[in-house]
């Protein structure tokens, strides 16, 4: 007994938990935060715990032990010196590196693995491990976890048949902790106040087109548009004649806004096409959206934005731009709207969180920049953007992947829907905007809901 708590007390003061306002990855503001990975900078308390662990499981039957990434990886190592049973390695990421195995180490069809873990919360990504585990042909009977959160999790996992030992429960760590004079009899209450009366996740809303913070002009005209028209929608007009495209403007034009244009695809481009359109777009009220992504240095950008055929700062509203050059990339678009790419609508995209993350900092981070294109939920800030919209197919059969206007706005909370084929390719493009227009607004309206 003595030894446990000594052991919690130098884990306490390396840092394992800490006391105050912290908002969990649920939402949720606790009173406390638990992080164990701390204790792998002393590797006497690393020993003593994987000592404490391996005393909870002696007479579990196991033939291999592993930890569950991250932070138990230590854990399981220092576990596997100290007892002589191998180590096998779970990996992390899961998607998109098909051709490599989930688990590492050598293994045999029906061996039994210890699973160790140093938080349990609601059990849930530990039942995911072991069915990953499980898929490999191993067997799990037992876990072995560090400290229970007592929120469900133990009881989830022993309902399906799972044994789950546990070294502390938060109630525990608290009363220590308490006796120790580590933690007040204010912040005691406060917390045990929290552990029995759990808040549930706020409802994450979606901000409203109207209350959106957006301090460039092209989104504030956006954002106009969208409220006057009654529309999230942009159309994609990848036609490859002006006259197919003047049609097409006249058509969708009241129902869009903002008419997204591949210049370099049109075959008799002119600029008499251009000022056509800037008419049109003018009487119907949308904006002229030039879907170049732009991919390279400033200064080359600045180049194919303003000059060469094209002549883009002459006549575009907005533009896509790739913020994979960094930030000062994109300063050279000046008095456009810039919609950073950050994640793609195509299988196999490269766009993966990693990615999205560091690109979303470029975007916040631009003051040109008025939203990102993304298939996913992103700071209040931005504007969303998301292609890949159809109402009746899932796909192309070059990588292109269709979500409904009803999920991009709900799950996604996407401001923008952009369809293309859905309505150019159409019988009659003027009905099947109205048809995407009435969708993606109703699904924008239940949405805030
Ligand atoms: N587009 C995508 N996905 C993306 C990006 C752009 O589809 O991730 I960035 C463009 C390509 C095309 C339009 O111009 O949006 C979608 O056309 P369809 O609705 O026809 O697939």
């Not at 949720?28 to 900078?41: K, N, T």
């Amino acid at each position: 007994m003595q030894q446990r708590e000594d052991f919690l007390l130098k884990a306490y003061e390396l840092g394992i938990i800490k006391f105050g306002n912290f908002t969990l990855k649920s939402g949720i503001e606790s009173p406390f935060y638990v992080d164990l990975r701390p204790l792998s900078s002393s590797p006497q308390l690393l020993k003593t715990l994987s000592n404490n662990l391996l005393e909870l499981v002696e007479d579990a039957p196991f033939d291999l032990i592993c930890g569950v990434p991250y932070a138990a990886l230590p854990m399981g190592t220092t576990m596997s010196l100290a007892s002589g049973v191998p180590l096998i390695i779970k990996r992390k990421e899961n998607k998109g590196y098909g051709t490599k195995r989930m688990v590492e180490g050598v293994y045999e069809d029906g061996q039994n693995c210890l699973l160790v873990e140093d938080v349990i919360t609601s059990g849930q990504s530990l039942l995911e491990t072991i069915e990953e585990i499980e898929r490999e042909g191993l067997k799990v009977t037992d876990l072995v976890v560090v400290l229970d959160r007592e929120q469900g999790g133990i009881n989830k996992l022993r309902d399906k048949g799972y044994r789950v030992h546990t070294l502390f429960t938060i109630n525990e760590v608290i009363d220590i902790l308490h006796r120790y004079h580590r933690l007040s009899d204010g912040d005691m209450a406060r917390i045990k106040n929290f552990l029995n009366n759990p808040p549930a996740p706020p409802q994450m809303k979606r901000i409203p087109l109207e209350g959106k913070k957006i301090q460039h002009p092209i989104g504030k005209k956006l954002i106009e548009f969208a409220l006057k028209k009654k529309s999230n929608l942009i159309a994609s007009a990848d036609v490859i004649t002006s006259s197919e495209l003047l049609k097409l403007a006249e058509e969708v034009g009241d129902h869009v806004v903002a008419l997204k244009l591949h210049t370099d695809i049109i075959k008799d481009f002119s600029f008499d096409l251009i000022d056509k359109l800037k008419v049109i777009a003018k009487e119907k009220e949308f904006l002229l959206f030039e879907d170049r992504k732009f991919a390279d240095i400033g200064n080359t950008q600045e180049l194919q934005f303003k000059e060469g055929v094209y002549k883009i700062a002459d006549w575009a509203d907005m533009v896509t731009a790739h913020p994979i050059a960094g930030e000062e990339s994109l300063q050279v678009f000046e008095h456009v709207g810039v919609v950073a790419i950050v994640e793609m609508s195509s299988k196999g995209t490269l766009t993966d969180d990693y990615y999205i993350t560091k690109a979303l900092n470029v975007a916040e981070n631009s003051s040109n920049v008025l939203g990102v294109v993304a298939q996913r939920q992103v700071a209040d800030e931005l504007l969303l953007f998301t292609p890949g919209v159809n109402l009746s197919s899932k796909g192309d059969t070059k990588g292109q992947q269709y979500n409904t206007p009803e999920r991009v706005f709900k799950a996604y909370h996407t401001d923008f829907m952009i369809v293309g084929r859905g309505i150019y390719q159409s019988v009659n493009a003027k009905e099947s905007a109205i048809e995407y227009q009435t969708a993606g607004w109703n699904a924008y309206l239940e949405s805030l809901n």
